[in-house]
């Protein structure tokens, strides 16, 4: 076989060395098509979109020019903090609830679900059957001052006609809540299941009470997925904007609702970009924070 | 009631009626009532989608006006809001063909190979990673930008093009779950025998994985058929169904939404129930 086609003949590639080149090749034409999609439709609209916040746009012709304009920023900032604070306020307190709300079933089904652990499981993740946009549009519903349940509990006195929820923040942070709470759940849950019940043995062995093998066993090993739930409800609540604008009133825009409005109806690119942009640049910190602290394949886990 | 730490073999903390209280009703009954938290509004949803409307408008309201089966048989009688659902379902199915073979193909290529054979491989982790972190809004507004800037008309394939890219990594994530524990012995044995590349991936290799591709098919579906955000940005002159219902939140949404809402329920929960039933069987 050696001497059929020497080493060195210009055009000869036997078979045998064509299929070593193709599977040294194997790796790079696997993710070559999932590289080239995520390269051309993820990462780079991301640094256009940096760019773009630094050029300037004609509101008349919509043709923008680099200009290095990073007062865009500024403007935008003293423009809108105050919707960034609010995004930040309502994302903050709306996770908050739904890690204490989600805490103790997730260590429910993790240590007590037994055989019915799926059936507990698919009750978590129920909302996730219907509709994002049409269990909000529910919540409207169920908070409406003369719906199912404002309307029932008016009628039997126990609140005041005058009482109403919907176009409040509490009703833009009940509806994040209530959206995002399966995000919220299924990390603390996968972080529950994982803790090896010999650990926790270890330590009642060793005379641990069982409020001191929770705080000193349970938690810690739990810190992970908290953090993982925390970055899964946070950052997608940060951006929401379909909460506050069929739940909230005028009062208490989120940044989202700005950006929307910049991109699809005033057209502002550059301002929109520019928002998006400090979004992005928040959402990062949190996420080169997990990386760093937890390694980014972690997070597959909690998915 | 306080036992000092008497130590026990099998029930290690000291009050037991303490603790059994804690795990046999404190706990339970809580649970229970998140439970009814997750599905109360959806039982709101179905309750709304019986209910009569007043003028000839037939829009939903708050108020309970009587019930009425009527939208269920009508319910082909928006023609918006059907022609929004069949994209969404056509949308859905071509971008999670395309999002499953090509997911399923990276997450091959992360199992199989090292950085010494494969470069870059650090670099895809944590694009992927990136790109599930990343708020959606961001991501909608980029491409919007991206389309914007290259004049490329906003429809069926700017959305298909998206809802690609941000399924990628959910089928990665899962099909590379699945794929941790593959033996490639048996892949060796196929070559032993004689068989080709492309047999030995057909008839070993890919009824292996199966279960992996279709989660992480079934993964890609539900993101795309539920996504607003992104639809959003880039619908342009085809609407599909979740930003319909949107826009029609400023008009008046028709009793027919919450018609397919139900139907669209039904038919998940079935599926999920069917996997369970299934799995408990073969366990």
């Known amino acids: ?303 | 009631m306080t036992v000092l730490d008497q130590p026990t073999v099998s029930t290690p903390e000291s009050p037991v009626s303490k603790r059994r209280r804690w795990a046999r009703f404190v706990l339970p009954t809580y649970s229970w009532l998140v439970i009814a938290y997750l599905v109360f509004p959806i039982i709101v949803m179905i309750f709304y989608s019986f209910n009569k409307t007043i003028g000839s408008m037939q829009l939903v309201s708050f108020s309970w006006n009587g019930f009425t089966s009527q939208w269920y048989h009508q319910w082909s009688n928006v023609p918006g809001l059907t022609a929004s659902f069949w994209l969404s379902i056509r949308l859905a199915l071509v971008s999670t063909l395309i999002a499953t073979v090509l997911g399923t193909m990276l997450a091959i290529a992360l199992v199989r190979y090292r950085p010494p054979r494969f470069r870059g491989k650090g670099a895809f982790e944590q694009v992927i990673f990136l790109n599930i972190a990343a708020p959606e809004i961001v991501m909608g507004a980029s491409l919007l930008g991206l389309f914007v800037t290259f004049n490329i008309g906003r429809g069926f394939l700017t959305l298909v093009l998206a809802h690609v890219m941000f399924s990628i990594a959910y089928v990665t994530v899962t099909v590379r779950a699945r794929l941790a524990g593959f033996d490639t012995a048996l892949e060796e044995a196929a070559y032993d025998l004689g068989a080709t590349p492309a047999v030995t991936f057909t008839r070993v290799t890919l009824p292996l994985i199966m279960p992996g591709v279709l989660a992480g098919a079934l993964m890609a579906f539900a993101i795309s058929i539920d996504d607003f955000v992104t639809s959003n940005f880039l619908s342009g002159t085809s609407v599909p169904f979740p930003v319909w219902v949107y826009g029609a939140t400023r008009v008046g949404i028709p009793p027919q939404v919450f018609v397919f809402g139900t139907a669209i329920f039904t038919v998940g929960i079935g599926f999920a129930i069917l996997s369970i039933v299934l799995a408990r069987k073969k366990a």
């Open chain 1, 1 to 303: 076989m050696e001497q059929l086609v020497p080493p060195d003949h210009p055009g000869g590639v036997t078979p045998r060395r064509k299929r070593r080149v193709g599977r040294a090749l194997a790796p790079y034409l696997l993710s070559l098509p999932s590289g080239l999609w995520l390269l051309l439709l993820f990462l780079v609209p991301l640094v256009l979109m940096l760019s773009l916040s630094l050029k300037t746009c004609s509101p008349s012709t919509g043709a923008c020019v680099m200009a290095w304009h990073w007062g865009e920023f500024s403007s935008e900032v003293s423009l809108y903090h105050q919707e960034f604070i609010t995004s930040l306020y309502f994302a903050a307190a709306a996770t908050v609830v739904d890690l204490i709300i989600s805490f103790p079933i997730a260590y429910w089904i993790a240590f007590y679900g037994g055989r019915r652990k799926n059936f507990f499981l698919l009750m978590l993740l129920v909302p996730f059957f219907v509709s994002f946009v049409i269990r909000t549009i529910v919540w409207e519903f169920v908070l409406a001052n003369n719906g199912v349940v404002l309307g029932a509990l008016k009628h039997i006195h126990l609140l005041p006609q005058g009482f109403h929820i919907l176009g409040t923040s509490y009703a833009v942070m009940a509806g994040l809540a209530y959206n995002y709470l399966p995000f919220t759940a299924l990390p603390l849950y996968v972080a529950l299941e994982r803790i090896d019940r010999r650990v926790l043995e270890a330590a009642y062995d060793l005379y641990a009470t069982k409020r001191v093998g929770f705080m000193k066993v349970i938690m810690p090993l739990t810190v992970p997925g908290i953090f993982a739930a925390f970055l899964l409800t946070f950052i997608p609540m940060f951006g929401d904007y379909v909460n506050q604008e069929i739940l909230g009133g005028t009062s208490n825009t989120m940044i989202g609702t700005v950006i929307q409005n910049q991109f699809l109806v005033t057209l502002d690119y550059a301002g929109g970009a520019s928002l998006s942009a400090i979004l992005l640049v928040v959402a990062l910190l949190g996420i080169f924070l997990y990386a760093r602290l937890l390694g980014s394949r972690t997070i597959e886990q909690y998915l």
